[in-house]
């Protein structure tokens, strides 16, 4: 198994502009979870799914950010419109079901808004 | 609400046991984690405990868990300079979410 998919690796883009973060979650997991790393905040939770449907979201910072997750074998993290303090590493991880142990972290998208 | 609070930056020698400590707030806390995070890299995990055990041992890690003061530490034993990462301690809430929460990361840095 590939593992947990990110898209892109890496992505700078302008202030304003709408930013589309991808995940590909492990095939048969049934959890997926969206998290922001800084170094000022650390891994807060953006936003978490259990079979394709959102059960919290509380962490998202505000209405720019919005996430899907149209099938359970996709899901998207959007800022729209960006700004500079957005930048950022975000992950995705997703967990065989509510029940297991352990969430697999993909290698993260590594966000600069300039 | 739930907090998890670790503290940032601990320097070990080489051979010598490292030691991470993790505090959380949830008492209803099912599990909780130990992952490591690599330059670049994302999260690995490393080694869990279920919250009625009190302590695990995996080769060179034990886990030491005081549910009574909800203090979570890591301990490292004949440290190497390959065990140079972040570590992450995270909790799973209880209830219906099953959330993870993370703390904020230590540094560790192990010198030769």
């Known amino acids: 198994d590939a593992g947990v998919i990110q898209s892109p690796r890496h992505e700078v883009t302008e202030m304003g502009q709408e930013v589309t973060l991808r995940c590909k979650p492990i095939?048969?997991?049934?959890?997926l979870f969206w998290y922001r790393q800084t170094m000022m905040r650390g891994l807060e939770l953006l936003i978490y799914?259990?079979?394709?449907?959102?059960?919290?979201d509380s962490g998202m910072p505000e209405d720019r950010f919005s996430a899907k997750m149209p099938n359970a074998s996709f899901s998207t993290l959007k800022i729209q419109p960006s700004e500079p303090r957005d930048s950022a590493v975000y992950f995705c991880?997703?967990?065989?079901?509510?029940?297991?142990?352990?969430?697999?972290f993909g290698q993260g998208t590594r966000l600069t808004v300039v | 609400g739930e907090d998890v609070e670790q503290s940032l930056f601990l320097s070990v020698r080489e051979g010598d046991s490292s030691v991470i400590n993790c505090t959380y707030t949830d008492s209803s806390s099912t599990y909780l984690y130990w992952y490591k995070q690599e330059p670049g890299a994302g999260l690995q995990l490393l080694t869990y405990i279920f919250s009625n055990m009190d302590m695990k041992q995996d080769q060179r890690l034990t886990v030491l868990l005081n549910k009574k003061d909800k203090h979570l530490s890591l301990r490292i034993a004949d440290t190497q300079t390959g065990d140079s990462a972040i570590y992450f301690c995270a909790e799973r809430g209880g209830g219906a979410t099953n959330k993870l929460i993370f703390g904020t990361g230590t540094l560790l840095a192990v010198q030769p």
């Open positions: 799914f259990n079979n394709n449907v959102p059960i919290d």
């Open positions: 991880a997703s967990r065989p079901g509510a029940a297991n142990t352990e969430a697999f």
């Open positions: 095939s048969g997991h049934n959890s």
